[in-house]
Structure formats: structure tokens, C-alpha cells
């Protein structure tokens, strides 16, 4: 049997697919020939995916020759996926699909459907929204939940009724099948196969360098309910979805990764790493100890303390993401569910600042309900922060199954029929607020004056506000900032470096002379 995997990837996000290789390695356990078509280097613009998160740190500008990888015009998809179908002639064609890609999925399927080739959708968007891809002309087939076990069934039965393989919805004549769920997937049973991807997609632009890098996850969910995440839905459907792979799973995994892919950097993809027991935390950190390879995760920072940052600095953790999101604490924990203080937030931080692993913040701008003066509470907490390495900004996408999208449409902000593309990653709010709430063009604004408001004294707020052209403020960071201090992770000892980094120490700076230095 041959099964073709269809990856509409967003461009340029060019890490491999978890998901690819899982179903590529219960394939091949089936003794199935099976094949990749992507999307991902299928871009017109270069500055786009992980290069444009890399040049929005403010560090060095990589290129598409930097990665060893080349980009195809994006009127050559269609084309491209006809001709693969058309040489490997798959009996069987295996979709991964978000919202941001609903639209790429249909069309590929569309450029082959006069081939009546069986499908199956499945992801994030089948889980969050079955209705709208059944909805879709040509999608019949979709993998409701977990894809592990409802494909090997399907592999199984594929010459029987394999439509009616639990965990699968399906159309027929216009009307919608439910099959019941699968149970839940043992994450310990499967170690991803990651071989359909060539050796240069692991390259991947990370704290100055670009390096072979291998993703993972320690586990599967999460227990929190951030309201503007659509993780939580993955418990509704069962509460008992967050599991923990077990330490031997894990180091089978992690044997294999290095003795076929050579890697030079991890990066653990967990929703969010501290989010289990504390001891289980450092079984995690004693394995990493094996490898020596520096990694990188994201997590909460309510969650870190003394002895867990002991235990990950000696594993080679070589960064840390966190997510504040909002600065207004009653927002924060009303309307995000996120409960937790400002003074939480600052007092880990300092913890945190004392262990040397370098961090980053991340923020969220033109949330439902939010003004100008919350986007700068959010600034003026990073700010009080202090001790990070880079800021990530971006703008509120109310994605489908998410609490907050649900609230933006009960306030009449939003068009309930309303679907994320890939023009929204970038292109502004999709919100209709009235004032004195922001509007797009503010959104649009502050989420490129955003960093600049955090890291430039406030004696040059002003110039920033009153700036079309922040290539003067860009230029003071990259060279002041981004490749003295961020680069290596010393922001994070030498705190804020005012007295260099943008300078106004002193009532008496010329900032002119800053500018022309």
C-alpha cells in the first residue's frame, strides 16, 4: 500500500513536522510505502516563517543560503502535487491541516479529485472544528482526535469499510457520519521516523547560529485554560489527555535521534515543560545530561524555582521562552485565565536572572477588549522584568475552539464565520473594536514599536512615537544590544545595560549623538 503525506505547511516555518514522522513510522511499521509533499519552501518572499522570527529578534539577517535550502515560486504547488500524485500514485492521501492552511488543503485536494483518491484530514483544525472541514467541497474524510491509532486501523482495513475505522467522521451524499473516538494513544509506543525529511531541514537559526536541530515532546496536552489557546479542547473531548512519556521511552527516542540525525541542538515542543511534577522534571534534566546538547523550551514563569534551574542549566538548557501575554493582572486572570500577579512575574524573574540561562518574554497585542494604555502595562511589566535576551509580539488570532474567540464574538467583535489564513499570521487584527478599545492601525503600529518601547529609555518614547522609520532605533539594538550582549545569553547578567544599550542614563544624553555613533 502507498500512502502520500500531505503537509500544507505554512512558508518557511521550516522545522520537520512531529506529526510527519509519527505517521511515517506506523507506516513503515505496516509495511506501507509512503512518500512527502510540503508546502513549506514554497514561498515568494524570503522574509517569511522562522527567518522572519530570526530578523524580528533584531539579531543577524539570515538568508535561504544560510540553510542550505532553496525556495520555489508558490504558483508551482499545485502543479508540483499534481505530478507527485500523478508519479507515486498513492493509494491513500494523509493530510495534516490548521486553520492557517484550510485553504491550501482544499485546493491541493481539489487539483486531484478527478483521481478519487481516498483522504483523510486530519490536525489541529479537524479537532477543533469538524463541522467547518466537513463544510469544504472536497474534504470527505477527517481524523477527529489522535491520528496514531485511528491510521493503523485504517491501514488494517483499508480493503474492508475502512470509512467506519473509530476516530474517523465522514460525508457521504451530504450527510455526516460520527464515528466513536479512539482511546487514548500511548506516547511511549512510537519513535518518530523523521527519514522522508533531507538532512538540511534541520537546520534551524538559533542564538546566532544556524544549527542541526531535532524537535521532541516529553509529552502530549496541557493542564492549563488560557483562554486564547485551543489546547484546552483537547480536554473536553478527554480529560485525561495530558500524559508523560516515561524515562526509558524517552531515551530510546533520544538514542535514535542521535545516532541517525546528528543533531546539535534539542527542542523540547511541550506545551509547557515544567508543567508536571517537580521530580519527573529532574528525571527529564538527568537524561538530557547524557547528550550534552544545549536545548531550548518553553514554559511559565510562575513555575520555575532555584533547584528546577539548577537542574536544567546542568542539563545544558541553553534558553528558556516565557509567555506574559498581558500586563493587566485583572484581564490576565478574568478574561485569559491566566492567575497569576505582576509580582509573581518579577520575583521568579529575579530567581531566574540568578541561574544565567538566558530568556526571552513573550507578549499578545490586540486582544478582545484591550486599549491602548493595557498594551502598555504589558511594556512597562517586561520593563520591570528586566534580565531578558529578546521579545516576541504577536498579534491576537482568535483560532477556532478557543474561549476567546468565542468572547469576541458574544461582544460582536468578530464574524462568527470568521477563518484564520495565512494572510492574518501578519496582516493585522481581525477584530472590529469600537474606541476607546484599539483599532487595527494601532494594532498594526504598536506590534512594530513594541520591543522599542521595552528596551529604549522612556526620554525616547517620544521619537519612537512619532516614528515612520525605526531603522535608527533598529540599528542602536543590533549593534548596542542584539550582538554584544543577547548573543550567548548575557543580557540576562548584565540586566538592562542602560548606560550602553540606547544610553540615556542621563538627562543629558544627546540623543543625537547616539543615533550618529
Not at 521516523?193 to 546566532?208: A, M, Q, T, V
Amino acid at each position: 500500500m502507498k500512502v502520500l503525506i500531505v503537509y500544507p505547511n505554512l512558508p518557511m516555518m521550516i522545522t520537520p513536522a512531529t506529526s510527519v514522522a509519527i505517521f511515517t513510522s506506523i507506516l513503515r511499521s505496516k509495511g506501507c510505502e509512503v512518500d512527502l509533499f510540503e508546502t513549506t519552501l514554497y514561498s515568494d518572499h524570503e522574509n517569511s516563517g522562522m527567518l522572519y522570527k530570526s530578523k524580528l529578534g533584531g539579531g543577524r539577517g539570515y538568508s535561504i543560503n544560510d540553510l542550505d535550502m532553496q525556495l520555489k515560486p508558490t504558483n508551482q504547488v499545485l502543479p508540483d502535487f499534481v505530478t507527485k500524485v500523478n508519479n507515486f500514485k498513492p493509494d491513500l492521501l494523509l493530510f495534516s491541516t490548521v486553520e492557517d492552511t484550510l485553504k491550501d488543503t482544499t485546493l491541493l485536494l481539489e487539483s486531484v479529485c478527478d483521481l478519487d483518491i481516498p483522504h483523510i484530514v486530519g490536525g489541529v483544525l479537524p479537532i477543533n472544528d469538524p463541522e467547518l472541514c466537513l463544510e469544504q467541497e472536497h474534504i470527505n474524510v477527517i481524523c477527529r482526535y489522535e491520528g496514531e491509532l485511528v491510521l493503523s486501523d485504517v491501514i488494517d482495513n483499508f480493503k474492508k469499510d475502512w470509512h467506519r475505522t473509530k476516530g474517523l467522521w465522514y460525508k457521504h451524499k451530504n450527510k455526516i457520519y460520527r464515528n466513536e473516538f479512539q482511546p487514548l494513544v500511548d506516547i511511549n509506543n512510537i519513535v518518530p521516523d523523521y527519514s522522508l525529511y533531507s538532512k538540511n531541514r534541520f537546520n534551524r537559526p538559533i542564538g546566532g547560529k544556524v544549527r542541526t536541530t531535532v524537535q521532541f515532546e516529553t509529552y502530549r496536552g496541557c493542564p492549563y485554560s488560557c483562554t486564547f489557546c485551543n489546547s484546552p479542547m483537547t480536554r473536553q473531548i478527554n480529560k485525561n489527555y495530558l500524559r508523560r512519556k516515561n524515562i526509558d521511552s524517552l531515551e530510546k527516542e533520544l538514542d535514535h535521534y542521535v545516532e541517525t540525525l546528528n543533531p546539535q541542538y534539542f527542542f523540547i515542543i511541550d506545551d509547557s515543560f515544567l508543567a508536571r511534577p517537580k521530580n519527573e522534571i529532574f528525571s527529564v534534566c538527568k537524561l538530557l545530561q547524557k547528550y550534552k546538547l544545549p536545548w531550548w523550551n518553553n514554559t511559565r514563569l510562575e513555575n520555575v524555582d532555584k533547584d528546577i534551574l539548577q537542574a536544567m542549566k546542568d542539563s545544558y538548557c541553553d534558553r528558556i521562552q516565557f509567555g506574559i501575554e498581558c500586563g493587566n493582572e485583572k484581564y490576565r486572570k478574568d478574561i485569559l485565565f491566566r492567575n497569576v500577579t505582576n509580582a509573581t512575574y518579577c520575583e521568579k524573574a529575579s530567581i531566574l536572572n540568578e541561574s544565567n540561562i538566558p530568556y526571552g518574554l513573550n507578549a499578545i497585542i490586540g486582544l478582545p477588549g484591550e486599549t491602548r494604555d493595557m498594551v502598555f502595562e504589558t511594556i512597562e511589566l517586561i520593563r520591570e522584568i528586566e534580565g531578558y535576551d529578546g521579545i516576541g509580539v504577536s498579534i491576537f488570532i482568535p483560532y477556532r475552539g478557543t474561549k476567546l474567540r468565542h468572547y469576541a464574538i458574544e461582544k460582536g467583535w468578530l464574524n462568527k464565520d470568521w477563518v484564520s489564513g495565512q494572510g492574518y499570521l501578519h496582516g493585522g487584527s481581525a477584530l472590529k473594536m469600537p474606541k476607546p478599545y484599539l483599532q487595527n492601525d494601532e494594532i498594526l503600529d504598536l506590534s512594530t514599536k513594541f520591543k522599542h518601547y521595552c528596551y529604549f529609555d522612556k526620554q525616547l518614547w517620544p521619537d519612537i512615537d512619532n516614528s515612520t522609520d525605526l531603522q535608527k532605533f533598529e540599528d542602536i539594538y543590533n549593534r548596542e544590544f542584539y550582538t554584544k550582549y543577547a548573543i550567548g545569553g548575557n543580557a540576562h547578567k548584565l540586566r538592562r545595560l542602560k548606560s550602553v544599550f540606547a544610553c540615556v542614563s542621563s538627562p543629558q544624553t544627546d540623543i543625537h549623538n547616539i543615533f550618529a555613533n
